[in-house]
């Protein structure tokens, strides 16, 4: 069974920083490309950044050269750095499959981000 448990988020001012971890189980870690994705009130939940299994990274304009993504797969667990974060960054983050490669499992409880202006 697919686990994923995402952790880190929390409240920050405009300019500030957060770490988010994503420890996932019940799969083959190291041969699947992952992504964080987050969703905002009343929007479509949507990919931010994704890592494939051999380290390649991309990002969805919004966050490009603020967040970072990357992953330990010693630790089946995927990161995202977030930096000079933005009122607007204020969502429900989640990790998965990249959508961009394969099919999504059930999403886990995602972690809150919320940035004060």
């Known amino acids: 069974q697919v686990q994923l448990v995402e952790s880190g988020g929390g409240l920050v001012q405009a300019g500030g920083s957060l770490r988010l971890s994503c420890a996932v189980s019940?799969?083959?870690?190291?041969?699947?490309?992952m992504g964080w994705y987050h969703q905002a009130p009343g929007k479509q939940r949507e990919l931010v950044a994704g890592?494939?299994?051999?380290?390649?990274?991309d990002y969805a304009d919004s966050v490009k050269g603020r967040f970072a993504i990357s992953r330990d797969n010693a630790k089946n667990t995927v990161y995202l750095q977030m930096n000079s974060l933005k009122p607007e960054d204020t969502a429900v983050y989640y990790c998965?499959?990249?959508?961009?490669?394969?099919?999504?499992?059930?999403w886990g409880q995602g972690t809150q981000v919320t940035v004060s202006s």
């Open positions: 998965n499959i990249n959508k961009n490669y394969g099919s999504v499992y059930v």
């Open positions: 019940g799969i083959i870690f190291s041969i699947n490309a």
């Open positions: 890592i494939t299994s051999s380290g390649r990274t």
